[in-house]
């Protein structure tokens, strides 16, 4: 494989030393911050009515804002484990301290000598398998949430290339390939380099989307965060998810599954808007308005396509 340029990454200047230095760094990432913040919202000027865009922002620590009920829960659950883990963290850093101290060889100089203590042994055998017994009432419930899939009003079929994602509507007759926009398109039409592309996928709010997941050549994952879903794309086989989002807007993800040059160049942009928008996207696009029933899943492709041309924005376009 010929090898390419990695792109050019941009370093905060500091110009003094020491505090004020670090300080001037800060800033500038929360500058960056609420200006890829400002170009999100910007995104949605376009449509008829106030949209929510999602997506990920430099400098972002948390989670994206969840979009579905499944994402909601995994926030939840998130935020359970991390009241569940933070004093565990605590106390076994403190316990390490407190062996440190306590019985290095200075404080200690003659060392018992012993092999074990059942009573230590049964707790910190016991303890551990309530807590994830704990954690596990959560868990499952939430897994099995994601797993089953409800009666589905809209099927579509996400199918990963390198690099690039195609999509198809089984049920109302709408193929199509969607490629990232160029870094000149992208700031011409104010929207996010490198997360916007040429065709979005448009689904309807308030609907059960069912989403099947395949791959023409190397394993990709179709992940979009705010909707709570990830699922991997393997040639050969057909998997499947499935989302519900109550909220008109675009929502942003990525190829989350290192498949090759250009993995970073794998957007997926959702566009949740009206039933009626909905319906004049499909028709624009020459496909049926028939009552969509779910779809089984198809046959995974025998053969790969042609190698696909590197993304607008990849290095060297």
Same mark, same amino acid.
């Given at each position: ?23 001037? !760094? ?64 605590? *106390? ?17 100089? &003659?060392?018992? #000598? ?7 042994? !049964?707790?910190?055998?016991?303890? %551990? ?14 897994? *099995? ?9 809209? &099927? ?13 509507? %089984? ?50 994952? *179709? ?14 086989? !057909? ?7 109550? #909220?008109?807007? &675009? ?26 928008? *909905? ?10 308005? /028939? ?12 053969? /790969? ?8 924005? /990849?290095?060297?376009?």
């Amino acid at each position: 494989m010929p090898r390419t340029k990695r792109p050019p990454v941009r370093r905060a200047r500091v110009s003094v030393t020491g505090a004020l230095g670090v300080w001037r !760094v800060k800033i500038g990432r929360i500058g960056s911050a609420v200006a890829q913040a400002l170009i999100l919202t910007a995104i949605g000027c376009g449509f008829a009515v106030a949209q929510t865009v999602t997506g990920p922002v430099d400098g972002q620590i948390g989670l994206q804002p969840a979009a579905t009920e499944v994402a909601e829960d995994i926030v939840k659950f998130h935020t359970l484990l991390l009241w569940i883990i933070t004093p565990i963290t605590l *106390f076994v850093l403190a316990l390490l301290l407190y062996v440190v101290l306590r019985y290095n060889r200075a404080a200690n100089p &003659t060392p018992r #000598k012993f092999t074990h203590n059942v009573a230590v042994e !049964v707790v910190w055998t016991v303890v %551990p398998v309530l807590i994830l017994v704990f954690i596990s009432l959560f868990s499952f419930p939430l897994l *099995f949430k994601q797993e089953q899939i409800p009666p589905a009003q809209l &099927t579509i079929k996400a199918t990963g290339n390198a690099w690039r994602w195609d999509y198809s509507y %089984p049920d109302q007759g709408v193929d199509f390939a969607s490629l990232p926009l160029s870094e000149k398109d992208a700031t011409s039409q104010n929207r996010p380099f490198r997360m916007a592309v040429d065709e979005p996928m448009y689904v309807p709010a308030g609907v059960n989307v069912r989403m099947l997941v395949t791959s023409n050549d190397v394993i990709h994952a *179709f992940s979009v965060p705010s909707f709570g879903i990830k699922e991997d794309a393997m040639p050969g086989k !057909v998997n499947e998810t499935w989302f519900n989002v109550p #909220k008109e807007g &675009t929502y942003y993800g990525f190829c989350q599954e290192l498949c090759g040059t250009y993995h970073g160049f794998m957007p997926i942009e959702v566009r949740v808007v009206s039933q009626a928008e *909905f319906d004049r996207w499909i028709t624009s696009k020459g496909g049926e308005l /028939a009552a969509a029933t779910p779809a089984a899943a198809p046959a995974a492709p025998e053969t /790969a396509p042609a190698e696909t041309p590197a993304p607008a924005g /990849a290095p060297g376009r």
